[in-house]
């Protein structure tokens, strides 16, 4: 038995599924595209930079690429820039970066005094390996890293540099396309963890598509018995529709009305508008055409009207046949 209860339950899980809209940042403004947004990437790799996030980044980086590597807190003694590399230094590790491409002749050289040696290509094209010893991380990987070890690092970051933190992620995740994928990923995630519930969901839509397809058959057949069936349609997902194209009083326009039964809203609804002028095919301005049809004895048929949830097919069927009556005593002193 479909219940409100049932539709108010479908519409909080269905809402559920949404993301909210990001909002731009000041990282989105800066010329250059996605080189221009590689330039904070030092910074933040720094971990004595004034972020206040530490090893953050750097952990992000590492975690994505190897899965296994310097235990954290890594104190970051230098991050230099050479042959179009950035070079990495902690006590245990030396860790080279290579921003989309790795340039030619490049020289990851490893430090045998340290325990810990990486060579990493954040970003490039996923479809081309890159040359040994470099390891792949896409960006989107990168940023999944950094949102899971976020949380550790809250406390001791600095506000500011977290809320720019943020915004760089956001600007990255849109000049890489990281976003949607992560999206995809999230959608899959949801999925997993809800499987159940989606796939009762489902088939509640389901059931309510046939429930509603199956009512609109009904109501129309009643109401045709009564006599007003004349322009009635059942239309795909349970869409009782009537639509009739009248002349206005006293005015050149056409008016069309239309009353549609939905069930899956519990709703009766029902619009007026006006189209052109049948001599001379034109609309009128918008506020003319709002004067005009709240002034016709139309406008009182138009509006919305609940369903009762508990017996829907009765209440519908009394409502619409009412309405349909004083819509058809209104056409014929119209016509």
């Not at 129309?220 to 795909?236: S, T």
């Not at 009782?240 to 056409?254: I, Q």
């Amino acid at each position: 038995m479909l219940t409100q209860a049932k539709l108010d339950q479908a519409l909080l899980e269905l809402r559920a599924l949404r993301r909210p809209q990001r909002r731009a940042t000041l990282f989105d403004l800066l010329p250059g595209g996605l080189a221009a947004l590689q330039g904070p990437l030092p910074f933040f790799l720094d971990s004595r930079g004034a972020h206040g996030l530490g090893d953050l980044v750097l952990s992000a980086v590492l975690r994505g690429a190897r899965g296994d590597a310097e235990p954290p807190p890594r104190a970051v003694a230098a991050v230099v820039r050479e042959g179009g590399l950035l070079r990495v230094e902690t006590r245990l590790s030396r860790v080279w970066v290579a921003l989309d491409r790795v340039p030619e002749g490049a020289d990851p050289a490893p430090d045998p005094a340290k325990r810990h040696n990486a060579a990493i290509l954040l970003g490039g094209d996923p479809g081309e390996p890159p040359p040994a010893p470099f390891l792949p991380l896409p960006y989107p990987q990168f940023l999944d890293q950094l949102r899971r070890f976020l949380p550790a690092y809250l406390r001791a970051a600095d506000p500011h540099w977290l809320q720019c933190l943020a915004d760089w992620m956001t600007a990255l995740e849109r000049a890489t396309g990281a976003s949607a994928m992560k999206d995809l990923t999230d959608a899959l995630r949801f999925y997993d963890r809800n499987r159940e519930k989606i796939e009762s969901l489902l088939a509640f839509r389901r059931e309510l598509a046939e429930e509603s397809d199956a009512f609109a058959k009904r109501l129309e057949a009643k109401l045709r018995a009564a006599g007003l069936g004349d322009g009635l349609a059942v239309e795909p997902g349970g869409r009782l529709v009537l639509a009739r194209a009248v002349r206005l009083e006293n005015h050149p326009y056409e008016a069309l009305w239309t009353a549609e039964v939905r069930l899956e809203e519990l709703a009766l609804r029902t619009t007026l508008t006006l189209r052109r002028d049948l001599a001379t095919r034109r609309r009128p301005p918008a506020d003319e055409a709002a004067r005009l049809i709240e002034g016709s004895p139309l406008a009182a048929l138009a509006g919305e009207r609940r369903i009762n949830p508990e017996n829907p097919e009765a209440l519908a069927y009394q409502a619409l046949r009412s309405l349909l009556q004083a819509a058809h005593e209104t056409f014929a002193r119209l016509a």
